[in-house]
């Protein structure tokens, strides 16, 4: 998987051998945000709930996709608002308080080209939420927001306005 840029690579590192120990073990070591994980409150929010402390009973709830392909195209530029989301929610139903979101921008096309899909040279370009339309799903009291790239926050965006905005909601 793609790893954000600076990430230690996922290492298996041999502790014991049938021939030395009687048994085979390994430690293994990754990156908490590589492939598909959680990003808890705590990630951008000093003393709110790690991801050991969150109910996993609370994952289980509607889920929300909104399709945003036609509106990325192929543009790692593009950040998704709050008109975007108001306007599939005129055409698909206003997402209710305690739903899940996810974005499907199609990026994850561009998943076997780690250039594309991450960005060139270490940078990271690739579309996500823009403030406005984390603002809108914290105002409709969502869940939890997830996507089909490296993060929320589009690559461009180095401030994670996202992660401050959606973060602190719980």
Do not use: M, Q
Not at 45 to 69: H, I, N, Q, Y
Not at 86 to 97: K, N, S, V, Y
Not at 116 to 135: K, Q, V
């Amino acid at each position: 998987t793609a790893l954000w840029p600076g990430s230690v690579p996922f290492a298996a590192t041999t502790v014991a051998t049938y021939e030395r120990d009687g048994c085979y073990a390994r430690n293994l070591t990754l990156p908490e945000h590589a492939g598909t994980h959680l990003d808890a409150p705590a990630h951008f929010v000093s003393g709110a709930a790690r991801t050991d402390e969150l109910d996993p009973v609370s994952f289980l709830r509607p889920l929300v996709k909104l399709d945003v392909r036609p509106w990325v195209g192929d543009d790692e530029r593009t950040a998704i608002g709050r008109d975007v989301i108001e306007e599939l929610e005129a055409r698909d139903g206003r997402i209710a308080t305690g739903d899940a979101v996810v974005l499907h921008t199609g990026w994850d096309a561009h998943v076997g080209d780690r250039d594309r899909y991450l960005g060139p040279d270490g940078t990271t370009a690739f579309p996500g939420l823009a403030l406005s339309g984390a603002e809108l799903l914290v105002e409709r009291g969502v869940a939890g927001v997830g996507i089909d790239t490296l993060s929320t926050d589009a690559g461009h965006e180095t401030a994670h306005v996202v992660h401050h905005r959606v973060l602190p909601s719980g």
